[in-house]
């Protein structure tokens, strides 16, 4: 199956600065790649998510890149507002259905 | 439109008792989910479905059961509760086709604990 595992649990940001969500990957048989926002109390969110044979994509205020060499996969935030706070999650698509990681939690500090 | 609802928001069982969670989307997407998500942990596939009458077991499937009679509702259900079920459950749906499925709509999750 697949393995999604992310560098770092948490992250704290000060408020305006950009920020970086990293995330890795065992298994590269994934079609899509895909970035979640959960806030406290709610169900995941969609963010971004970036197809396989791309290594970068943008959103509004997001940027996905992709490196398939390293199987790394990270997510940036720009100008990081109080309402970024949340737990962010990498997810692979398969068939489908999606493999989860554990989620970083980003603090943003005013 | 109101999404994907879930019921109940709260609910504590004893060990051995049954429920069903319930989940209904308006969405008209025949893709759903069922999810649930330990402490401090990403979310594990408990079952899904690609349409009415069709469903099949995601990663953790034991102490589970679905169905799927109308493209509308997915219920959970719990035969006999054990306290290692005890996490926040979530249901979501997505629409079909080759990148559809990746936006997946989440409920608000129902908290579940067995003592």
């Known amino acids: 199956g697949e393995s999604v595992g992310l560098h770092l649990p948490t992250l704290s940001v000060q408020e305006g600065d950009n920020s970086i969500i990293n995330c890795a990957y065992s298994n590269s048989a994934s079609d899509y790649f895909i970035w979640y926002k959960q806030e406290s109390g709610k169900g995941p969110q969609f963010i971004i998510d970036?197809?396989?044979?791309?290594d970068k994509r943008q959103g509004q205020r997001v940027t996905v890149l992709l490196n398939k060499t390293v199987k790394h996969l990270s997510l940036q935030i720009a100008a990081t507002q109080p309402g970024d706070s949340a737990v962010y999650f990498c997810?692979?698509?398969?068939?489908?259905?999606?493999?989860f990681g554990a989620g970083t939690t980003v603090t943003v500090r005013a | 439109n109101a999404g994907v609802t879930q019921t109940p928001k709260f609910r504590i069982l004893k060990i051995g008792q049954s429920m069903t969670l319930q989940c209904t989307q308006d969405m008209n997407h025949n893709y759903m989910y069922w999810y649930r998500q330990d402490p401090g942990m990403g979310l594990k596939l408990i079952y899904y479905?690609?349409?009415?009458?069709?469903?099949d077991k995601g990663e953790v499937p034991n102490g589970y059961n679905v169905s799927r009679s109308t493209t509308e509702d997915f219920p959970l259900r719990l035969e006999l509760a054990a306290p290692s079920q005890t996490s926040v459950y979530f249901c979501a749906s997505s629409g079909g086709g080759a990148e559809a499925y990746n936006e997946q709509f989440f409920g608000p999750g129902t908290r579940l604990t067995v003592l």
């Open positions: 479905s690609v349409g009415a009458g069709i469903t």
């Open positions: 970036i197809r396989s044979n791309m």
């Open positions: 997810a692979l698509s398969n068939d489908y259905k999606l493999s």
